[in-house]
C-alpha cells in the first residue's frame, strides 16, 4: 500500500477521533480536574521557591503515592498537594491523615528503595491549594508537615 495513503488515513482518522471522541480531561470528574490543576499551580510555585522538580505523580510498586517528588537544595522532597474551592471544613491539610501519611511513606521508601538506599536527607511537605471562585488561586506551603509513618524506618 502506498505509505502516502496510509499517512493521509491515519491524518483522517485521527482528526475524526478528535473532533467526534471527548478528550480525556473533559471526560473526568471535575475534582479530578480540580486537583490536576492544582498540582500544576503547586509544581510552579515550588519551582518559584528555588525546588527542582523531578517526578509528578510517582506510584510505587509495591504501594504508595507520591504527588511531585523534588529537591530543595541538599534535601530530597516528598510533597503531598491539597486542592480545595474553599476552607468551610478546614484547611485542606487536615485531609492528609494519618493513613494518607502512611501511603506517602509508603512511596517515599519505594522511591529511595529505587535509588539504592542513598545517605541523603528528606522531608514530607504539603502544598495547600484554594482555588475559590472569582478569586486568585492561593498556594501555601507547609514545611516538613509530618514525619516518615510507624512502622516504617529509614
Not at 87 to 94: A, I, K, Q, S, V
Not at 121 to 139: G, K, M, S, T, Y
Request: with cysteine.
Amino acid at each position: 500500500m502506498n505509505s502516502g495513503l496510509v499517512r493521509s488515513i491515519a491524518d483522517l482518522s485521527n482528526r475524526w477521533r478528535s473532533r467526534f471522541l471527548p478528550s480525556k480531561a473533559s471526560s473526568q470528574p471535575q475534582h479530578l480536574r480540580r486537583g490536576a490543576h492544582g498540582e500544576k499551580l503547586a509544581s510552579r510555585f515550588l519551582r518559584r521557591e528555588g525546588y527542582k522538580i523531578l517526578y509528578r505523580n510517582f506510584k510505587g510498586r509495591s504501594g504508595g503515592e507520591i504527588d511531585i517528588v523534588c529537591r530543595h537544595n541538599d534535601t530530597l522532597v516528598f510533597v503531598e498537594v491539597k486542592t480545595r474551592t474553599r476552607e468551610d471544613f478546614g484547611r485542606p491539610f487536615t485531609a492528609v491523615d494519618r493513613q494518607k501519611q502512611k501511603r506517602i511513606s509508603r512511596g517515599a521508601l519505594n522511591w529511595l528503595r529505587m535509588l539504592d538506599n542513598p545517605d541523603i536527607l528528606f522531608r514530607f511537605d504539603v502544598v495547600e491549594v484554594i482555588i475559590a471562585d472569582n478569586a486568585r488561586p492561593r498556594v501555601e506551603l507547609i514545611k516538613n508537615a509530618f514525619p516518615l509513618s510507624r512502622p516504617y524506618l529509614y
